[in-house]
């Protein structure tokens, strides 16, 4: 049994998947026959098909970006803002989904000031400039002969996505999170993708931390964590939620 009695002492890390998001209808990151909504990684998911193909890659991204307006966050992006609003330790939401379910889940919550959320693979609603590396809000779309906002030039806005090859976003804070952590659950992941299937290894190798997967099947890393619970993310992240908050985590 964890030991919640000096509940402002403790600190819960949280890696999300594309499982806490496929219940809204978002689909997950690579089907079997390799290929992500009918295109190759390659062709929309590296820098190389960026350069060889901006249009196409802008195109797959606006479709994406586009997709957001139809979803809508499901119980288990609001379990966790519940969580974010209710738990009086450190808390860290560390996603790898690109989609804003999460942040819409907390819209109109007073979370706590010790909570962070980070999207290491990037934002579908963010833009970035090639040349400044300044990064930008984003509703629409974007091609070859959108304007930058900072440098007004066409052809220098990239989606502000994390391809195959690139350095993931917050990396440094995440690594402190996760060498500080009483608690680490992974929620919808498939264990498939570095530097995230590595997390937990991070984790057990320090040696102080409650692992938990909460999964619709095992992942590729499911024997390094001590609890392992299977089932719809809608059903088991809120109910593992609320044993956190009701300090009943095993």
């Known amino acids: 049994m964890l030991d919640f009695s000096k509940i402002s002492d403790q600190t819960i890390v949280i890696l999300t998947g594309a499982g806490i998001s496929a219940e809204s209808g978002i689909p997950t990151f690579r089907a079997s026959d390799g290929l992500w909504c009918n295109h190759r990684i390659e062709d929309v998911a590296t820098p190389q098909g960026f350069k060889r193909n901006p249009a196409l890659v802008h195109e797959f991204y606006n479709g ?145 931390a409650h692992t938990v997967e909460l999964n619709m099947e095992p992942s590729r890393v499911d024997s390094m964590f001590h609890e392992r619970i299977y089932g719809q993310a809608t059903s088991i992240v809120p109910n593992y939620v609320k044993r956190i908050l009701g300090g009943d985590v095993i």
């Open 64 to 208: 994406r970006r586009a997709q957001l307006k139809d979803v809508q966050p499901n119980a288990a992006h609001h379990a966790l803002a519940d969580l974010a609003a209710g738990w009086e330790g450190r808390l860290f939401v560390i996603t790898q989904n690109v989609d804003d379910l999460h942040e819409r889940a907390e819209h109109g919550r007073q979370l706590k000031p010790y909570y962070k959320l980070m999207h290491m693979h990037g934002e579908l609603k963010k833009a970035r400039c090639l040349a400044s590396e300044q990064i930008f809000a984003w509703e629409d779309d974007m091609n070859t002969q959108t304007l930058c906002p900072c440098c007004n030039k066409a052809g220098n806005l990239r989606p502000h996505i994390v391809w195959f090859e690139e350095m993931p976003l917050d990396m440094g804070i995440i690594d402190y999170a996760l060498s500080t952590c009483d608690l680490f659950i992974a929620i919808g992941t498939s264990g498939n993708v570095y530097p995230a299937s590595n997390f937990v290894h991070q984790v057990r190798s320090i040696g102080k």
